[in-house]
């Protein structure tokens, strides 16, 4: 049976592993590394063999746009384990201050810190209470109160936390109230979250005018300039048809007005994919102001492609329709371009 991890550098299995770890998910670095490889060669396989044999594109472009493809998998799958790493960071962090103020009224009760740590873990704070039980499986094991706790904190990709670890095991160093430290750390983490909930709300208008220009203003757009390009390859399709040598220059050969060189077809292509990017970085860019995190966009992503995708085909379909109510326009099929002379 062939070993996958042993197809990549030992630095990028190490690192693979860290992500696992970090983003809580409980497979081998071997499994990972398989589903990567596979699900990129059978993506580059099936986009190639479309696009060369059923759409009859170039083998040169079919290739690339299979490579393309196959890297888009594999940055997904990345973004798949850093996503969940940032989710298990926000949801620490949320509730750190109540798991430390827990922890030193157990201490103010007279149990020692590393049963009040454990003591502390409620089942309403998830796989953090798993993980700080790790803590006390670790110290039956012989390892150090402040070793373990270190571990606890490369567990997430979290600051708060780790200033946290590492306030309390020098407070176990050198001596300290470690109730009045917990309860201090603990109120400093909760006015952090208030003051970051602060500037999100000062920063919503921004967030309203992004969304607004991603969801909304592009897509409207888009649709209103592709039947504007409908129209203008109508109108000129009649004058060819009437004029087939064209428009006269009257005199001036540099001012010969020709037909639009792009199609109603590729302009529609090309309208899909620059209202995918767009709503796609809007998602983004919404997610960083609001929240502070880029990889929180990803939770946003599905809903603004939706949404901008429909808002384009039912403004285009709109408009489609009152021009083809009106003269005709409109009834020309983006999938076949108008008859005009080729080459511009």
């Known amino acids: 049976m062939v070993s996958f991890e042993k197809l990549v550098s030992r630095n990028l299995a190490v690192f693979i592993s860290e992500e696992l770890d970090l983003a809580g998910i409980k497979t081998t ?7 990567g490889a596979f699900g990129a060669a059978a993506l580059f396989v099936l986009i190639t063999v479309l696009l ?28 798949y384990l850093e996503f969940n790493i940032e989710q298990r960071k926000n949801f620490v962090e949320s509730i750190l201050p109540d798991y430390l103020q827990i922890t030193a009224a157990n201490i103010r009760s007279g149990i ?30 012989g390892e150090t109160l402040q070793n373990a706790l270190v571990l606890l904190s490369k567990r997430y990709r979290s600051l708060q936390l780790k200033h946290t670890v590492r306030m309390v095991n020098e407070a176990l160093q050198y001596g300290g109230g470690m109730t009045d430290l917990l309860n201090q750390v603990a109120k400093d983490l909760r006015n952090q979250q208030i ?36 129209v203008t390859n109508t109108v ?24 639009p060189c792009i199609t109603i077809g590729q302009y529609h292509d090309f309208a899909l994919a620059a209202i995918i990017l767009i709503t796609g970085f809007g998602a983004f860019i919404v997610s960083a102001i609001s929240t502070g995190s880029v990889l929180r966009g990803i939770r946003y992503l599905p809903a603004f492609l939706i949404i901008g995708l429909i808002i384009f085909f039912v403004i285009s379909g709109a408009i489609s329709g009152i021009f083809g109510s009106i003269s005709g326009v409109g009834t020309i099929s983006t999938s076949a371009p108008a008859t005009l002379p080729q080459g511009c």
């Open 112 to 141: 020692s810190l590393d049963k009040a740590l454990v003591f502390a873990a409620r089942p309403e704070f998830k796989f953090f209470s798993d993980d700080v039980k790790l803590v006390a499986k670790n110290l039956y094991a």
């Open 52 to 79: 060369t044999f059923e759409y009859g594109q170039n083998p040169g472009v079919a290739v690339l746009a299979g490579a393309a493809t196959a890297a888009v998998y594999a940055i997904l799958l990345y973004l």
């Open 29 to 35: 670095v071997d499994t990972l590394i398989e589903i």
């Open 195 to 230: 003051v970051q909930k602060e500037i999100s709300g000062q920063l919503f208008m921004y967030t309203i005018f992004i969304a607004f220009a991603a969801l909304i203003g592009a897509p409207v757009l888009y649709a209103l300039t592709t039947q504007m390009i409908t």
């Open 236 to 259: 000129w399709a009649g004058i060819l048809r009437q004029n087939p040598a064209g428009l006269p220059t009257a005199g001036i050969s540099f001012l010969k007005p020709r037909p």
